[in-house]
């Protein structure tokens, strides 16, 4: 039995490290790489992606697992070791459903899609990226088949993001948000303010103050790096080895927000207990809890008015002609201001989650057929329209605006909006637990938030399902009243004034 | 057999993918990597070098080049194929016989080592070091026992970077440079024109003429990148990545002939043809052969008077305050300085064959047993004084200043005064075949050398020996004479003058 134990931490640690390896490629080539460097590194990837599918899903590891059990069985339910063979046994029952060729096929196809992607992107020319998004729904929809029979087939891609949950649930909570996020958008959305957070911001002195900020977070740069890219996102190498990457827009002040989002990802990975290293119990355990966590720091710690009232100063301070004079309030009012928009990463939080419904929907479609990709444009301008009042005349503002579909990512979108509403829940149960922690956040002192988290959420890494995560930090499921009543509280604390 | 074929070069392939995706953690590792991402990323490339070895030593491999083996007899020495079988045996048959616990144990300890040796060189503790060294030197004849029986453990060690080439090959060679480098050494060493290269020169303007003339030499920046590290290399990810790496010292122009080196190790392998892609074949075919190119473009190019004829004025537009009014004749001949340096990556190009004949003499010494690694620093010292003069009283200016044993390089060495030697042979060749090569030179025109080299030399990539290759080009074996008429050449000119 110790044997192995012994031997199924050493597979595990080893897929661990290939995988690795693939981040730290996937990393570079969003990050660094040259242009002509992109159908190496696709092969690159697709020859990873079969040995790790290989390696994950070979026969010797379920005989171990078989071993195993009784072990397990007399552990603890939340003992490392009965969680390791529980989450081993169901990703390598998942995994095994997916012949080695097509997870090959799909990743390379997923890197070269995302090529062409942002090449389509920067032309604003759908009709070049419409081959690659077909292929790969295509490719999503022969993966899909792998777990026939299914009630939804969008139930098979949601697992992949947040595992356990069914596209009805999803449906639930978004059929309780959508008509009250609309009807938030329609009594708040303004134009007043915007001025106030344009201007000509350079780009060092946002990336110093990103970096301060996150810094006073929790990031430690012995273990972070903070990079450039076109697309923002975080990536995991190892327990010392967390890539934030960002993007600076000189007339804005967006990479602030950006980088606290990252960061957010960035102290969930790194707060993972040690002891789960190498296995597949490290790391976040969902997309949703994820997100919870960029959102929890980018919006209801980023956007609130403690974290402000300790920051703005610096702020006046880096940028005078601009904010001298403009007082803490009115401030806080326009980076919390809900408006209409076409750009869903730019959204207000009160907009944002049409942004998302929007594309859930689009999806469901996709994946049913219901939907042709020729026509996705049409349908994405007729339904932003619908949700968010804007007329759509370039697919750079509309369709085109993400990478997500172009790698494939299909069930991905929903869990941005689960996770932000979640974030809510979450902050409730920290502020429950730190009964001065706005006074903390108003001068600047965020350890003990971050500890609060590190502890509840983070230590956890993917030991639980996140459903059962979820109810071990807030006591139930994901719920959007919470997120709701947060919402209206900034909102009407304004429209009040 | 067609079958046969298209497996070997699908299973070669992934090797290739999977090694260079190694070359990627290998780049990252000492261009960004936070500090305390050491310790996953040794774990990293162990387990990927375990992957390559288990899968480049395959039995399956053994079964299809014994399929193939009537093929491959059937067609030219040259065709591509044949050279693919006679080479890939060669290698899997050496591979085989290391244990991959051994080759895994290799890589993770000289990911370990060099990260000591870091430490161990800022702080000039040779101390500090000498375990890491000690058990790099140990698993090192570990791998050379492997090979028994053999004629001297260092032959076992120089056939990694020099195949088919024997230990006495090299005494030979160094016996005949040694006396007449220190004769060179001691008639024109001189400090006369030292200042002329010192000054202030801002990095950022460094970097922009670097680029300029690599850029002129061929480097196309949709393939390449350029970017910082503590100790230069280049490094191929794929047939349209090439990855260089530079340092700059604002106190010197030494940048720009650390630039041209790294250009000349990646036009090498820009310039390999794109059939031998994802096979043995691709890349350079010897550590000696690579060292000629980027000598080549460093030294007998770069440190020329046609070169410098051309870019001297833009040298002098950058810098007016130093250069303005300093002759042409005088700022070459300060390049071009003869002198007794403690540093072998900052020697000039007579005395840097010292440098190494010192360290190819240790290192035999080392692995012979008759010198232990405690004694080393003394044996140094010992050895440094005689050969060039000067006394060492820092060990970060003596032992401690190379990473290669920390990496378990042991053999590398002697393979950079061979490619200098062998550089001049190969520029007499490119000179008969473009008799105006000189006045393309001096009007900054790079194209039909680049172009002649990649012909003769680059598109080989490692179809032949390194010996054959060698022959190919120049018409013999590597013979030290030309270089020692060249560096006479240079010295005598300026001696005259």
Redesign the interface.
Known sequence: MEAALVELKRRL??IA??S???N??VW?LEV??????????A??L???Q??VHEMATADRIGELLDELEPYAASLPHDADDACLVRVTRRQWEKARRIPTDLAAELMKAAVESYQVWVGAREAGDFQAFRPSLERMLELTLRKVECFAPYDDPYDVLLDDYEHGMKTEQVEEVFAALQPELTALVDEHATDEGAELLRGTFPTDKQDALSREIIQAFGV??????L?LTVHPFEVT?????IRLTTRYDESDLSSLFTAMHEAGHGLYEYGVSDAL??TPLFGGVSSALHESQSRLWENVVGRSLPFWTWFYPRLQETFPAKFASVPLHDFHRAVNRAKRSYIRVDADETSYGLHVILRFELERELLSGRLAVTDLPDAWNTRFHELLGLEVTDDRMGVLQDSHWSGGSFGYFPTYLLGSVLSVQMWEKAAEAIPDVEEQLERGEFAELHAWLRDNVYALGSKFTPAETVERVVGGPIAPEPYLAYLRDKLDAYAAA
Chains 1, 2 share one sequence.
């Open positions: 640690g080893e490290d290939l690795r390896a693939g730290v490629l570079d660094w790489m040259p242009p002509r460097g992109g159908p190496a590194r092969t690159q697709s020859t990873i079969r040995l430690d740069w012995d273990a972070f790096r990079d190498f190892g327990v010392g080895d290293d190498r």
